[in-house]
């Protein structure tokens, strides 16, 4: 967060080289979510993740990334485990957030994490995450399950009416805990 620019750009350049890193996604979530650091670092850190989520989770392997990448662009590979491994803290890093800012970022990455992912690699982001998270009887905990179900039901957000049937099904099974929650 230097003014300097030279400084900035070496900080971006280390970005981007070691964003090919196994494990690079996690340690932004770790940063992004550690109070103890200036916010303005963690904030840097979850825009970092929100990125690499938006720009690179989408490919399954080089062939794939050169299929549908723009010429020149510069793609990153993620290997499942990394995947696997932010998408099982996601949620509870959310939870643990005070950032709005931060908060926003991970919804972002829940949206698009949810649209590749759900429900084929990541099923229990309704049957634990978002549940669990209804059911804590705290308000901070409601608040991220609510984002949270808010992300995963914008994957049918423009799917038409033959392909939403998911959908249905996802309200369906959390309807009784939001009827809970309102009385």
């Known amino acids: 967060m230097s003014n300097d620019t030279t400084i900035r750009q070496q900080a971006e350049q280390f970005l981007k080289t070691n964003q090919k890193t196994a494990g690079f996604g996690v340690a932004l979530l770790e940063i992004s979510g550690n109070k103890d650091l200036n916010p303005n670092v963690s904030l840097g850190a979850a825009v970092q993740l929100s990125n690499l989520v938006e720009y690179h989770w989408k490919f399954a392997d080089a062939t794939h990334a050169q299929k549908i990448a723009?010429?020149?662009?510069?793609?990153?590979?993620?290997?499942?485990?990394?995947?696997?491994?932010?998408?099982?803290?996601?949620?509870?890093?959310m939870y643990e957030c005070e950032d709005q800012k931060i908060i926003k970022q991970y919804s972002r990455c829940i949206i698009t994490i949810a649209r590749l992912d759900y429900p084929t690699k990541w099923p229990t982001l309704l049957s634990q995450d978002i549940t669990n998270a209804l059911n804590s009887q705290n308000e901070k905990g409601i608040l991220t399950g609510l984002i949270a179900l808010f992300g995963l039901v914008k994957k049918y957000e423009y799917e038409m009416e033959e392909d939403r049937e998911p959908l249905?099904?996802?309200?369906?099974?959390?309807?009784?805990?939001?009827g809970n929650l309102i009385n």
Request: hydrophobic share 40%; net charge negative; charged share 25%.
């Open 70 to 93: 723009g010429e020149g662009f510069d793609y990153t590979i993620l290997s499942e485990e990394d995947k696997n491994n932010v998408r099982t803290q996601l949620v509870a890093k």
């Open 168 to 178: 249905y099904a996802i309200l369906q099974s959390v309807f009784a805990t939001l």
